[in-house]
């Protein structure tokens, strides 16, 4: 697709990415910020509902040696609860944990995804610089720092490291997912649910999952993040029981062939069972969003449905 170099390009560009500090290749790269790599790539073009598109992935190695047992399933199911734009998971054959995101880019709406995937790209960063050493308290295993091929180990980190900081100061003012954007989403077309019904801040619609049962999707902008403060919540809430060992089978297999972006994590709440959550920071907020978003935890719904009951 003509577009994903340019892709590749402006995540660079923006991110101030130093030559030195990057291996890049045609339909990917890796870079240092500090002593954890960050890898983007572009997987190979395919096609769903009659339309091509290809996904680009972000992924930071957070630990690895990791034991992989129940409890690191549980414990990921629980940590997960927390995303904002990445998901935290594992990747048993090879004992590692992982910060992963992605999204399809499409001839019509790159211009849109690339501009979410920055600030995933952003974030992810930041939050593996920041957590992977206490992780490694939690998992066990070792803090996944690895050298540039030629430069070594990265020992004074880039400035971008500190970009939490700003996300933090952007949260602290209202949302600006503002009420008539989420009541305009009620009337979308082609509607992607069965019913969908808005209050000040906030959608809640029901997908077809399965006969009699429902999904439920839910978008609300009045939720403020532990970490990030404003910006919109996403959740996709599944029937069926939750299970922390399927949050990781659902992440794994979205880390490796998603239909929608993954902008988020599978997890198990208390509350809300098994769902996908995700959290889009005030800072990232750009007309068209919602709308995207919602459709895309709407596709991500039937994979999900297709991925855990393939017999319909």
């Known amino acids: 697709m003509p577009f994903v170099e ?69 414990g990921l199911a629980a940590v997960n609860r927390f995303a904002s734009l990445s998901a935290y998971v594992a990747d048993p054959a090879a004992r590692t944990i992982s910060l992963h995101a992605s999204v399809s880019l499409t001839a019509d709406n790159f211009p849109l995804a690339q501009s979410i995937a920055l600030h995933a790209m952003a974030l992810q ?26 430069r070594g180990l990265r020992t004074t980190p880039d400035e971008m490291v500190g970009i939490l900081e ?87 297999n979205e880390r490796l062939e998603p239909d929608a972006h993954q902008l988020g994590a599978w997890c198990v709440d208390d509350e809300h069972g098994l769902m996908f959550t995700g959290f889009v920071p005030a800072a990232a907020h750009v007309p068209g969003l919602s709308r995207a978003l919602a459709y895309h935890l709407a596709t991500k719904n039937e994979w999900a449905r297709a991925l855990l009951f393939p017999s319909g």
């Open 6 to 74: 340019g892709v590749l390009r402006f995540l660079t560009a923006r991110m101030q990415i130093e030559a030195e500090w990057a291996v890049q290749e045609r339909t990917s790269f890796t870079w240092w910020a500090s002593s954890l790599a960050q890898r983007v790539w572009v997987a190979p073009d395919r096609t769903f509902q009659g339309v091509e598109f290809a996904t680009l992935h972000i992924e930071s190695e957070l630990l690895a040696e990791v034991p992989m047992d129940a409890s690191t399933w549980a």
């Open 166 to 252: 700003i996300y933090q100061q952007r949260g602290e003012s209202d949302s600006p997912f503002d009420p008539d954007e989420l009541a305009q989403l009620v009337q979308v077309e082609p509607r992607p649910w069965i019913m969908a019904t808005n209050q000040r801040y906030r959608l809640d619609a029901d997908l077809e999952f399965a006969i009699s049962t429902h999904a439920r999707l839910e978008l609300d902008a009045e939720a403020r993040h532990p970490s990030l403060g404003s910006g919109l919540q996403l959740r996709l809430k599944l029937p069926v029981e939750p299970d922390a060992a399927v949050a990781q089978r659902l992440n794994a």
């Open 125 to 150: 960063m930041a939050d593996a610089h920041a957590e992977a050493l206490e992780l490694s308290k939690v998992f066990g295993g070792q803090v996944a720092a690895t050298q540039h091929p030629t």
